[in-house]
């Protein structure tokens, strides 16, 4: 049963019990049916002959056998009795009508009663006996009673036959009717459960179907809602499921291919600078070179290196070299055309893929992009940058190798390039080994700027935040240089480059004659001064500083360097550790003072207070700028404070602007400050002539 | 049935003194009304004379009675019951037809003869006078008879004769010869009269020839009442009420010598006004008929 389809278990749930009901019903009536007429039939004959008994006795017992005849002919005359016969006691026959098919024998034997004999064939027998009848006399004439005991007298009998085959007509038209009526009604029966089953299995087949093209993946399938009721709520609900699942999917659909399309663009883009990256950028290469080989034009690989880029990262954080490598990489931009392709290689370094591009161009592009950059200034908050980078010129022609090959070749070229200067680009091209290298001109401008003088040291004055401090004016040196028709070039800058040219002796130099002579001045008039002094990486190196220390305040007749502090950065300290330690010894025994700049910006701060022994620490801007917002920054600038304190180490805050942020140092027990909110950066002389020989300043705090 | 104790109990005092002779019992056949009606008459019949009753039904006593006894029996079953007792009473026979009490003395050819009857059947002579008052346009009178009454063919056909009627008689032997012996007898007569015999008029019989006669249209004249219930025209009869005075009375005058049998001195009609009319007949009254016969010096 459960294996049968829906409509057809419908149908059989309808029509059995239905059937087996009206089968019943109707085998039941016409049974019975038959039945009666066969009750009726005998009760018939049975009276027939009860009757007629009596009313042949006189003809019996008369010998009247006309009436007799008379008699089984009038009972004849009914069109079921077939036979019927009157017989005397002897089983004679006395009156016989019609044609009798009991035997002689049969008519000897006359029944007590009225009653059936048996059937035979078409026939059925009925019997009667006739009995004399008794009558009331008055029993005073009767015969004595030894005589008049007699019993019922049987005077003859009565024998009816009667024709079954009328009743079998009879039973077969009922049992015709009944089937009839039976199959009628079961064929209504079955329109009725036909139409019925339709009604219900119709629309479940539709949702079925459905369901099925749905699971096939036809999200577009919908069923048409034309039924009543339950079935209606399902269509319904099925037709909602149906759009909920398609949006779900359309959805999806879109946020995937959303989310490939941005993957893929990940896949190929520099997520800073928003150029293709070095994977994307081999593609095309391996494409153009596949393009020359096949005979298209030559093209040229440019590998652009951003040097020093460390440095910046160092000096002003990961956000200063972003930013730059961004700023690089839309000036880069805007020198190619559009259909050369920049990308970004690795670190700070460009790769530049000219189409259809002869050395020639290669040369020219390089060489621009180099005069941009040495013309371009870098700027991250008040520092400012010059940039410098390599360019190395690897062309591709038809005998190329393959995308490494060029690949390193470019990168040769770039480092031959640096190797030869800054600024400079050195070309390489795929058939030989070829460096030519080209001049930039940071050093001459470096040069120039110092034997024209056009060095300016300024001071940045100290403010002491705390009572008890000893009462000297603090002031740090600083210098910019100024270049005819391009912006001054901030110190950090102007040391890196003349580092690289062997011209930051010359700088130092200026500064320690500018401090030293301040001190000699100061001393005469006897005012205290501490002048701070940023020296670079080759002051550390180099003997001949200390010895020109030495003989520069021999010259001004002063004993000892007290008075003079050198500022290393924290990050020399790491790499030339050893330098620096006999730096800072040297300079205590001429009785100077030691200070490390950019304190906190490693991770090595501390264990840099026990081996230098700073009489300063200047505290990273790093830590300053977001002690605000930052709480580790907080807390360490808490621990700087407690721990320089503890080792009689005087705490300077750099970049305080505004008086909140002054506010905020002075909270955390820092000792000195120095920023806007102190004092502007001005020129030396005149902040030494107005703060320190006219007393205009005063070292603790305002203006006077 | 309950008293029945209290004169067993009486007819054994009076066994004991039978020197008294002036007492009666009466012995009835059974219970029935016929017997009870005649017992009332008769005790009612002897209550002014100096008789003593004893009333006894045949079946409840079997010692023989005596000579000197007076014993009046009411049916044939009493009178056979007392003959078989034995003893010699005087006896007098009541309610019973010639026929019968012939044979139940044949039966008995021992017994002694002190003994007479009051029988049902009625004089032939008031038989005819009936006839003639109640039909007397029908001339031609049918009789059936058996071998027990053949001997009063003799005896009605002078009767009848006397009163200007003509008896046409058959005689039957066998039960299955006499329906169309009947029937042939009928076309022959106007009215057919039927005398007490109970091989031919019985329970068995009576239905068959009322069919006949009514079929032959000729009216039948019974016996008993019963007959004209059955469907004869009329009857002639003496009721129970009528033999017991008539025996009350006989019983005073016997005196040594036995009267012979004797027939009813007191009788009735009855008339069955449906049958007369479904045969055409138009009768007088029973009253008047009555009247007429009472008149008939014939009919005493």
């Known amino acids: ?704 | 049935m309950r008293c029945l104790p209290r004169l067993f109990l009486t007819l054994i005092l009076l066994l004991a003194t039978q020197a008294w002779g002036g007492s009666v019992t009466l012995v009835l056949s059974d219970s029935s009304k016929p017997y009870t009606d005649f017992s009332r008459s008769f005790s009612e019949a002897l209550s002014d004379s100096s008789w003593r009753l004893l009333v006894v039904t045949a079946e409840s006593q079997s010692t023989p009675l005596l000579a000197g006894d007076m014993v009046v029996t009411a049916g044939s079953e009493a009178l056979r019951k007392v003959l078989a007792r034995g003893g010699t009473p005087t006896i007098v026979a009541t309610l019973l037809p010639r026929q019968n009490y012939e044979k139940i003395l044949s039966e008995f050819p021992a017994a002694p003869r002190r003994i007479t009857a009051i029988l049902l059947d009625q004089p032939a002579l008031r038989q005819a006078a009936f006839i003639r008052h109640l039909l007397p346009e029908h001339k031609r009178v049918g009789m059936l008879w058996s071998n027990d009454t053949r001997a009063l063919s003799s005896r009605f056909q002078s009767a009848l004769s006397s009163r200007g009627l003509r008896l046409e008689s058959e005689e039957i032997d066998t039960e299955k010869q006499w329906l169309p012996i009947l029937n042939s007898l009928l076309t022959r007569i106007d009215v057919l009269l039927a005398n007490p015999d109970t091989n031919i008029y019985h329970r068995g019989n009576i239905k068959p020839l009322l069919i006949s006669t009514f079929r032959a249209q000729k009216p039948l004249i019974g016996f008993s009442e019963t007959m004209t219930h059955a469907g004869a025209l009329a009857a002639l009869y003496s009721s129970p009420a009528h033999i017991a005075r008539q025996a009350a009375s006989l019983i005073s005058t016997i005196n040594g010598s036995i009267p012979s049998p004797m027939g009813p001195t007191q009788f009735t009609v009855s008339i069955n006004y449906s049958v007369a009319n479904s045969l055409g007949l138009k009768l007088p009254e029973e009253s008047t008929v009555m009247k007429a016969m009472l008149a008939d010096n014939d009919s005493r």
Not at chain 1, 623 to 628: F, I
Request: with cysteine; aromatic share 6%; glycine share 8%.
């Open chain 1, 1 to 704: 049963m459960n294996s049968l389809p829906l409509r057809l278990r419908l149908l059989l749930l309808i029509l059995l019990p239905s059937t087996a009901c009206a089968v019943s019903l109707i085998a039941y009536f016409t049974y019975t049916a038959i039945n009666s007429l066969e009750v009726e039939l005998i009760a018939k004959g049975v009276a027939t002959v009860r009757y007629l008994a009596p009313v042949s006795e006189y003809g019996i017992l008369a010998g009247q056998i006309d009436a007799l005849h008379g008699l089984t002919q009038a009972v004849n005359q009914d069109s079921g009795i077939k036979a019927a016969v009157i017989v005397n006691t002897n089983g004679q026959p006395l009156a016989v009508s019609g044609h009798l098919s009991l035997a002689a024998q049969q008519l000897r034997q006359i029944p007590e009663s009225p009653q059936k004999l048996g059937e035979s064939g078409q026939r059925i027998a009925f019997s009667a006996p006739v009995w004399r009848s008794l009558d009331e006399t008055d029993p005073l004439f009767d015969a004595p009673k030894t005589e008049k005991n007699a019993t019922r007298e049987k005077v003859g009998g009565i024998f009816i036959e009667f024709d079954k085959g009328e009743l079998s007509k009879q039973k077969q038209q009922l049992l015709f009717e009944g089937l009839m009526i039976m199959l009628v009604g079961l064929g209504v029966l079955a329109v009725i459960a036909i139409s019925v089953a339709g009604a219900v299995v119709r629309p479940l087949m539709r949702l079925v179907e459905a369901v099925g093209s749905i699971s096939g993946g036809k999200l577009d399938t919908r069923v048409v809602e034309e039924s009543d009721g339950e079935i209606r709520i399902l269509e319904k609900g099925f037709n909602e499921m149906a759009e909920h699942l398609q949006q779900a999917r359309q959805s999806m659909v879109e946020r995937i291919e959303e989310a490939t399309a941005h993957l893929a663009y990940q896949a190929r883009h520099d997520p800073l600078t928003g150029l293709v990256n070095r994977r994307e950028f081999e593609l095309r290469l391996g494409k153009a070179l596949a393009a020359v080989e096949a005979g298209s034009d030559q093209c040229s690989l440019l590998f652009v290196s951003i040097d020093r880029f460390t440095q910046i990262n160092d000096a002003c954080g990961y956000l200063a070299g972003d930013e730059l490598l961004r700023q690089m990489a839309l000036m880069l931009q805007g020198r190619l055309r559009g259909e050369d392709l920049l990308a970004r290689a690795d670190g700070a370094a460009f790769t530049i893929l000219l189409s259809n591009s002869s050395s020639t161009r290669a040369r020219q592009v390089a060489d621009d992009i180099c005069s941009l950059t040495s013309a371009y200034r870098f700027i991250w908050e008040d520092e400012i940058f010059l940039i410098e980078i390599s360019v190395g010129i690897a062309n591709i022609a038809r005998d190329a190798a393959n995308i490494g090959t060029v690949m390193a070749d470019a990168d040769a070229a770039c480092r031959a390039a640096r190797e030869s200067g800054r600024n400079r680009s050195s070309e390489k091209s795929s058939g030989g080994n070829e460096l030519r290298p080209y001049s930039g001109s940071w050093a001459k401008l470096i040069a120039d700027g110092l034997a024209e003088q056009r060095l300016q040291v300024e001071a940045l004055p100290l403010l002491a935040l705390k009572k008890g401090l000893p009462n000297i004016h603090h002031v740090e040196l600083t210098a910019r240089m100024s270049l005819p028709g391009q912006p001054p070039i901030a110190l950090p800058a102007l040391l890196d480059a003349a580092e690289r040219y062997n011209l930051a002796e010359h700088v130092d130099q200026q500064l320690i004659d500018v401090a030293i002579e301040a001190l000699a001045r100061a001393r005469q008039e006897n005012r205290r001064l501490c002048c701070l002094i940023p020296i670079s990486r080759t002051a550390l190196s180099k003997r001949s500083m200390l010895a020109y220390v030495a003989s520069k305040l021999g010259g001004l007749g002063l004993s000892s360097a007290k008075g003079l502090c050198f500022l290393i950065p924290e990050d020399l300290l790491t790499h030339t550790t050893s330098q620096a330690l006999g730096f800072a010894n040297e300079i205590r025994s001429l009785g100077g003072q030691i200070g490390l700049d950019d304190f906190g910006g490693g991770l090595s701060s501390f264990a840099h207070l026990r081996t230098v022994m700073p009489a300063y620490v200047k505290i990273s801007p790093s830590l300053t700028r977001d002690s605000r917002t930052s709480r580790s920054s907080m807390a360490l600038l808490r621990a700087i404070s407690e721990i320089t304190a503890e080792q009689n180490i005087y705490s300077i805050a750099e970049g305080i602007n505004t008086q909140e942020a002054l506010e905020d140092i002075r909270a955390l027990d820092i000792n000195f400050a120095e920023g806007k909110a102190i004092g502007p950066r001005e020129p030396f002389d005149v902040w030494f002539e107005g703060a320190v020989m006219r007393g205009a300043w005063n070292f603790s705090g305002q203006t006077q």
